[in-house]
């Protein structure tokens, strides 16, 4: 867990030193077995935090364990310090947009919007104001009197983030708030989520499995598997220097070897021995090696690795190139160029772009 701490206290994209959540020690187990083991971690205030990792990996229970509405099997939650771990929901000054969320279908636009304000009593003025302002910023304009029925999915999504908007919590929980649209909707609401995020200075805990969206939205990404933490950091920390293999493998295509740190700044995989970055493993130690289709060179010029193009797929701005090597190993290149299917070619890689690292933590 140190090193982990350690990344996300060396974050530098963070607004405030000021821990508005933290959790200690946090584990849970239901009838079947652990699904959370030991998480710490903090969110500062005013931070972009997401949950990211595979379906099943517990990033839900962790978040209801953040609202409140499951008790962890041990550990603490503080709240700006305060333990809150045996606080109900609705003493928690956190509110969440759940995965199914569930608008009140009798009641119009307006009034789902103004419900939690109306509870607490406000003054009618106020209300409105609240209410017409949170309705401008999520784009809802216009569709006050609109019944919950004759809203599309994307607009139905929106007036469940600007009721949970409008109390102005000071934590806003999201489980994965836009995973039912289609995916121009999600692109969009994304850029808006940001923005919201920008305007109102709020803190976030979104839940994700997807990782562009995890990239585009945050300001840390806290990679999850099998109820473990495996890698805290802002996105540019997690793509260009992921823990171990599983975070790389999540966070975007790449070439994963076992290898073999030799001592010295050499590393042999792939059945090739490379230079590499100084790195404090033992020589002779077991690792992962991760290389990023886009660090890695073709040409024709005879180098380390030889091989033949076995196909070759324009992707818009890149091709997707597949190489097998001369000893069957086969690697994904990344390239505005193409040397075309079935040629020979040469891959080189520069020594900053061989990334080792530890057997993942499990
Ligand atoms: N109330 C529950 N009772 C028993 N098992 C549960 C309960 N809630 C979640 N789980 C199990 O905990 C694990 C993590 O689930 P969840 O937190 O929903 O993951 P995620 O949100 O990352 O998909 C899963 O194996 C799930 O089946
Ligand atoms: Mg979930």
């Known amino acids: 867990m140190e090193k982990i701490e350690h990344t996300q206290r060396n974050n530098a994209s963070q607004r405030s030193q000021n821990k508005i959540l933290e959790l200690k020690n946090i584990s849970k187990s239901f009838d079947k077995g652990e699904v959370l083991r030991n998480i710490n971690l903090y969110v500062r205030q005013g931070e972009f935090l997401t949950l990211l990792g595979p379906s099943g990996c517990g990033k839900t229970t962790l978040l209801r364990i953040i609202g409140g509405f499951e008790a962890p099997t041990s550990g603490q939650v503080f709240f700006n310090g305060k333990d809150i771990t045996s606080l109900p929901p609705y003493m928690r000054q956190v509110n969440t947009v ?26 009618r003025d106020e209300i409105r104001r609240k209410v017409t302002d949170i309705l401008a910023l999520t784009g809802l304009s216009g569709f006050e009197k609109r019944s919950i029925s004759r809203l599309s999915g994307g607009e139905k999504q929106r007036v469940a983030i600007a009721r949970a908007l409008v109390c102005e919590p000071s934590l806003l929980l999201l489980d994965e708030p836009l995973g ?20 109102l200075g709020l803190t976030f805990v979104y839940v994700t499995h997807d990782q562009e969206e995890a990239m585009m939205l945050s300001d840390t990404i806290v990679v999850m598997k099998d109820g473990v933490l495996q890698h805290i950091g802002t996105p540019e920390d997690i793509y260009n ?34 230079s590499c970055l100084p790195h404090p493993f033992e020589a002779g130690e077991s690792v992962d090696v991760v290389v990023r289709p886009e660090d890695i060179e073709l040409s024709r010029r005879e180098s380390h690795i030889s091989g033949v193009v076995t196909s070759s797929v324009f992707m818009g701005v890149h091709y997707d190139i597949r190489v097998l090597d001369d000893n069957g190993h086969e690697w994904l290149v990344q390239s505005t160029k193409t040397p075309g299917e079935g040629r020979r070619t040469y891959l080189t890689i520069g020594e900053d772009c061989i990334h080792i690292m530890p057997k993942e933590r499990t």
């Open 98 to 123: 759940f995965q199914h969320f569930a608008l009140f279908p009798h009641m119009n636009v307006y009034e789902n919007i103004a419900f939690g304000l109306n509870i607490k009593k406000l003054p």
């Open 180 to 199: 039912a649209l289609d995916l121009k909707l999600r692109k969009s609401m994304q850029l808006e989520l940001k923005n919201m995020h920008k305007k």
């Open 241 to 274: 220097e992921p823990s171990n293999a599983f975070v790389a493998d999540f966070i975007g295509e790449s070439n994963i070897f076992p290898g073999t740190y030799l001592g010295d700044n050499r590393v042999r995989f792939a059945d090739v021995e490379f």
